[in-house]
């Protein structure tokens, strides 16, 4: 009954994602068939957009559907590892997250408000940041690759216990500075396409680019699963696969530009609610 | 099939030869209105290679942007730019080229990527000293664009 359920919602989506402005513009994200959760939001004050959008609503009926069951959701094979991770002891300390976190659910909101400024480090700090400095600080084990696998797992199991709560990243006092710098990279051109974040997702969101549908380029979905390359991706690897898409030289994941970016690009989503762990194309 | 790899082979060939008279990217003379007048190799532009170029994900990939009917066997136009059904009759040559080579001549602020032109911030590393199209690759296009009238 639920996997008829499901088809039917899957043929209402694509029948309103043939007929509606763009695909799915009125479908509505149900996960579990329990957990709504709104997919537009207010813009927040000096928001060049008029009204927030999510990635979701971009997407095919068949792409939407994946991400409004966890079952389907591709996403849930890695947390599920990262759920053994969590006990896992792991470095020299003999300590695993659980030893000092207890429940990961301790964890509810914390991905609201990254990248945040940590004080005592003197910089931002994304999750991925927060991660590693627990597992060289505090377990004696080894610093993850940004994007690998392990830490994708992680940064989506912990950013589920915020599924739902609407972004809110600070922008003002300490953080600032990387306001502004993430900020100036949106707007400023590179690559040989000669090509600003906002060409695409201020100016022309909503329109077709050959078989893509442009959104506002909104990252409350991440880490998000792609089909395209078949796992978790971090924000990071998303703006290196832009960067490099309109031929430009990336910069490095967890630089200084990069979390600037990540933040400035949350901030424009403040309002909107997280649904890590998204799945787009 | 033959015949437009015939044609593409032939018009790389007269490309080679032409090269010394090849206008380089930063010597192009854009007129007021960004048109530019003078062909950029001497060669007439080929426009069953024009298509091809036209199309060429690695190369114009004019259709991520662009509808155009003339071109119905490759799915999924794009809507960022106007559409180029009838773009003959809207443009000359002149404007043609221009907008190929340099779009921002015309056009100021567009999106739309400059195809014959060195020279940017940030550009990856295997493409520093690179146009995304060759002269003769513009030519081409720009005669491609020619045929395409309104009906």
């Not at chain 1, 589920?160 to 707007?187: F, I, N, W």
């Not at chain 2, 190929?100 to 940030?122: C, L, Q, W």
Request: hydrophobic letters at 40%; aromatic letters at 8%.
């Amino acid at each position: 009954m639920k996997r008829l359920i499901k088809t039917l919602t899957c043929t209402v989506a694509a029948l309103v994602a043939t007929t509606a402005v763009y695909a799915g513009e009125d479908a509505v994200l149900m996960i579990n068939e329990e957990i709504t959760i709104p997919t537009t939001a207010p813009a927040p004050e000096g928001s060049p957009l008029t009204e927030l959008l999510s990635g979701w609503k971009f997407r095919s009926g068949e792409t939407q559907a994946l991400q409004m069951d966890d079952f389907d959701n591709p996403s849930f094979i890695f947390i599920d590892k990262a759920r053994d991770q969590w006990v896992k002891v792991d470095g020299t300390e003999g300590k695993s997250c659980a030893s000092c976190h207890e429940d990961v659910e301790s964890f509810k909101g914390l991905r609201t408000e990254l990248p945040r400024w940590n004080e005592t480090k003197g910089k931002m700090y994304a999750m991925e940041n927060y991660i590693n400095d627990c597992r060289t600080e505090r377990m004696g084990a080894e610093a993850w690759k940004w994007s690998k696998g392990n830490m994708t797992g992680m940064t989506s199991l912990i950013s589920l216990q915020s599924r739902g709560l609407p972004v809110a990243v600070k922008t003002d006092g300490p953080a600032s500075t990387a306001y502004e710098l993430g900020k100036k990279l949106y707007y400023t051109r590179v690559g040989q396409l000669d090509m600003a974040c906002s060409n695409c997702h201020e100016d022309n969101y909503g329109v077709m680019i050959r078989a893509d549908h442009l959104s506002q380029g909104q990252i409350n979905g991440f880490p998000t699963y792609r089909l395209k390359n078949a796992k978790i991706n971090s924000v990071q690897a998303r703006f290196k696969g832009c960067m490099k898409n309109i031929r430009a030289e990336p910069f490095k994941e967890g630089s200084e530009e990069f979390t600037a970016l990540e933040l400035y690009v949350a901030s424009r989503g403040n309002g909107l609610a997280v649904e890590s762990p998204a799945v787009r194309n | 099939m033959q015949r437009i790899l015939l044609a593409a082979l032939s018009s790389a060939l007269i490309s080679t030869a032409a090269f010394a008279s090849e206008v380089a990217p930063d010597g192009v003379a854009f007129g007021e209105d960004g048109q530019v007048t003078a062909s950029l190799t001497g060669v007439a532009g080929d426009p069953v290679a024009g298509k091809l170029a036209f199309v060429g994900r690695k190369l114009g990939n004019c259709l991520a942007c662009h509808i155009n009917d003339d071109a119905t066997a490759e799915s999924f136009h794009g809507e960022v730019g106007p559409p180029l059904n009838g773009v003959a009759g809207r443009w000359d040559t002149a404007q043609l080229r221009g907008i190929v080579v340099n779009s921002k001549m015309t056009f100021e602020d567009t999106i739309m990527p400059a195809f014959y032109h060195e020279g940017g911030e940030r550009i990856l590393e295997k493409f520093v000293g690179t146009t995304i199209l060759t002269a003769q690759q513009v030519e081409d296009i720009v005669a491609y664009l020619q045929t395409l009238k309104e009906e």
